[in-house]
């Protein structure tokens, strides 16, 4: 993931300064090629992205299981605990 924003970032300043380098307009057969260019650059990524996803689904399963996992079992220690009986403080006895 980092990658693809380094790579990503990197093609942004890179277009930054070809706009700032290129003060004329450029032409339509240009501008399509730059277009075509940037959905070659994005589909390329597509199959990075769809791996991450699957990687990212996976982790949030685990997590839940554990929690799932960990909760069950501090239900079973509460049912299984002794009961504890109320803890009243003790009264103050008058001196005489």
Known sequence: MIYICKSLNQQLN???EEN???????SP????????NMEDQYRNQMSLLQVQKEY???L???EEARYRRV???MRISQMLAPEQPDQEEPKEQPTA
Do not use: C, F, G
């Open 14 to 16: 890179n277009m930054s």
């Open 20 to 26: 700032q380098n290129e003060k004329a307009l450029k």
């Open 29 to 36: 057969k240009e501008v399509a090629e730059m277009r075509k």
């Open 56 to 58: 990212e689904n996976l």
């Open 60 to 62: 949030a399963d685990i």
């Open 71 to 73: 909760l069950s079992t």
